[in-house]
């Protein structure tokens, strides 16, 4: 996902003039902590997809060599 999409998602405005989002109270404080926890799921599971595809191009390499 990106920025926009989970601003819209989570109805977060960033402030314009400074282009920064206000940490002035609790709730806005929660709302950014769950958007780089999300961002961090997210590259977590880029990097995971990646060792899965690089473990089944092993696999399917060794079965295309275990059948010549």
Same mark, same amino acid.
């Given at each position: 996902?990106?920025?926009?999409?989970? =601003? +819209?998602l #989570? =109805? &977060?405005?960033?402030? /314009?003039?400074?282009?920064?989002? %206000?940490? =002035?109270?609790?709730? $806005?404080?929660?709302?950014?902590?769950?958007?780089? /926890? &999300? #961002?961090? &799921? %997210? +590259?977590?599971?880029?990097?995971? $997809? /990646?060792?899965?595809? +690089?473990?089944?191009l092993? +696999? #399917?390499?060794?079965?295309?060599?275990? =059948?010549n």
């Amino acid at each position: 996902m990106t920025e926009v999409e989970l =601003n +819209a998602l #989570f =109805n &977060i405005c960033p402030e /314009k003039v400074k282009n920064v989002y %206000a940490t =002035n109270t609790i709730k $806005s404080q929660d709302e950014i902590r769950r958007i780089v /926890k &999300i #961002f961090d &799921i %997210a +590259a977590q599971q880029r990097k995971d $997809s /990646k060792k899965i595809s +690089a473990r089944g191009l092993v +696999a #399917f390499r060794a079965i295309l060599t275990s =059948n010549n």
